[in-house]
């Protein structure tokens, strides 16, 4: 079986859109990157929001790979200047609560995660360990799919992965949720 590291993007500034990563964000990018030099990646996917890809370009020094992209994993939902912050939040809880809420923009949960699960099916015969850059909320959706609600807390849920922290799979077996050790 395949192992994937899944990696969620660094901290992103705060605007609208498609927003790149902050400072801070960088550092953390390049703190993954040492993280996943040593486990020997063969293969680099990125969601192709900028968050998201600049982060896999880190990664992707530090490992000699070229990032490949793939738009089934963005994040479920992403904020942009024609919608009220509250209707996204409100949209947003709406996709925690009901996994088959169709937000007025996005996916829902339980489809934001079947994406993803078809990406790493396609995935599953790339050589070596494979480390996939995406976002929290669509992390969560899959892992929601592969574990279920019960394996993950209500922060994990509500909030999405933490910036940067690294969630471990063996094929679609989940090892390690959300783990930040690389991170000071």
Not at 44 to 49: A, E, F, G, V, Y
Not at 99 to 125: I, K, N
Not at 152 to 162: I, K
Not at 165 to 175: E, H, N
Request: net charge negative.
């Amino acid at each position: 079986m395949t192992i994937f590291y899944l990696v969620q993007h660094a901290e992103k500034e705060r605007q609208l859109g498609d927003p790149g990563l902050t400072v801070l964000g960088r550092q953390q990018a390049a703190r993954a990157a040492q993280r996943l030099q040593h486990v020997r990646i063969g293969a680099l996917i990125s969601s192709p929001l900028r968050r998201a890809h600049e982060t896999a370009q880190f990664i992707a020094a530090a490992c000699g790979l070229k990032v490949e992209l793939d738009a089934r994993l963005r994040e479920r939902m992403n904020w942009n200047d024609d919608e009220p912050i509250e209707d996204f939040l409100s949209d947003w809880a709406a996709t925690v609560r009901d996994r088959d809420y169709v937000p007025r923009s996005g996916d829902s949960s339980r489809q934001a995660g079947d994406r993803f699960l078809a990406c790493l099916t396609d995935l599953a015969d790339e050589p070596g360990p494979v480390a996939v850059v995406t976002h929290g909320g669509v992390t969560v959706d899959l892992l929601r799919a592969l574990a279920g609600d019960d394996a993950l807390t209500a922060t994990l849920l509500h909030d999405g992965v933490p910036s940067c922290a690294i969630t471990t799979l063996d094929g679609l077996a989940v090892i390690d949720i959300a783990s930040q050790t690389h991170l000071p």
